[in-house]
């Protein structure tokens, strides 16, 4: 939803024209003020209007929010800024001069049947359609982030021919190899209790994603582990998880050896504080603060490993 309002937004600004010598493009966590009001106050190039959109913005630190605060005084007549924020705290002094500023959108997360219709209808634009487990699939792999899903729907617009009907096989070739070799080495830390070498793959994974993707992926583990859990019971192994999962033999014997000595006590009790971390997450958009929470929670789970080698 963020990016089809960015799309409106450069339609108006460029119209018909040109805008690659007038479209500036910022990731907040890798820029400063002064870098960015710099490219603001600098005149379009044959055009009349220039663009900056400045993306995961949060708070600014004392010194940009001086230079931030010093050009929403007096703005550039011909360049339109863009902010782009997951949270955006009103009781401090610069998000109230800034909206006061500017022009405040709010984008809602879409959820359930109704993310999945913006799937369908995003991948018809970009020229292929989604069968409707090949959408359950993507969800359940980028989830919540709206603009990864969206990055990823491009990504396959390029990969398959115009007019394809993509499936399960699509995604998870051009979407879901890293991520399930992410998934395997996860489980494998977690099971073994590898504090270490889960604290590894975090801080691995946070050089290039967004903190929810870790708490999507462990949602995922954790599924895959209470199915299987309930498959080895009723005595079907390891061939029972391929075929329920739908997921290669070599990945069902992989789960088997990880649950086996996963007690359902544990299983439960790392679900329940998942959701807890889940929704701290959610209340900081200050990517430090949120790999502390995530870090926190690995040696919280590490430290309460009661379950772990009772089989229940």
């Not at 603009?147 to 699509?170: D, F, H, N, Q």
């Not at 997450?281 to 870090?295: N, Y």
Request: charged share 30%; net charge neutral.
């Amino acid at each position: 939803m963020r990016d089809e309002y960015l799309r409106v937004i450069r339609r108006k600004v460029f119209g018909d024209g040109p805008e690659d010598f007038n479209h500036d493009r910022f990731d907040w966590a890798e820029a400063d003020a002064p870098t960015i009001i710099t490219i603001a106050q600098t005149l379009p190039f044959i055009a009349e209007k220039r663009l900056v959109e400045i993306l995961n913005f949060t708070r600014p630190a004392e010194r940009d929010e001086s230079t931030l605060v010093a050009y929403l005084d007096h703005p550039s007549e011909s360049t339109v800024i863009v902010f782009c924020t997951e949270s955006a705290d009103m009781r401090t002094t610069f998000f109230q001069r800034l909206v006061k500023a500017s022009v405040h959108c709010r984008v809602d997360i879409l959820e359930g049947e109704e993310l999945k219709r913006w799937l369908h209808r995003r991948a018809v634009e970009l020229g292929f359609e989604l069968r409707p487990e090949a959408a359950d699939m993507l969800v359940e792999m980028v989830k919540p982030s709206m603009m990864r899903l969206s990055t990823e729907l491009e990504k396959i617009a390029s990969y398959v021919m115009p007019g394809t009907l993509a499936g399960a096989e699509e995604i998870r070739e051009i979407v879901g190899h890293s991520k399930e070799e992410l998934l395997y080495k996860l489980g494998d830390s977690i099971s073994q209790g590898s504090l270490e070498g889960t604290l590894v793959l975090l801080r691995r994974m946070m050089e290039t994603e967004h903190p929810v993707m870790f708490i999507g992926l462990l949602r995922n583990l954790i599924r895959r582990w209470t199915i299987s859990k309930a498959l080895i019971r009723s005595g079907r192994g390891a061939e029972g998880i391929s075929q329920v999962l739908g997921l290669p033999p070599f990945v069902g014997r992989r789960l088997e050896n990880q649950v086996r000595g996963l007690g359902s006590a544990y299983l439960r009790e790392l679900y329940a504080k998942l959701l807890q971390v889940d929704r701290k997450l959610k209340r900081t958009s200050d990517t430090k603060v949120a790999r502390q929470i995530l870090e926190l929670f690995l040696v919280d789970v590490r430290s309460s490993r009661s379950g772990t080698h009772q089989v229940v």
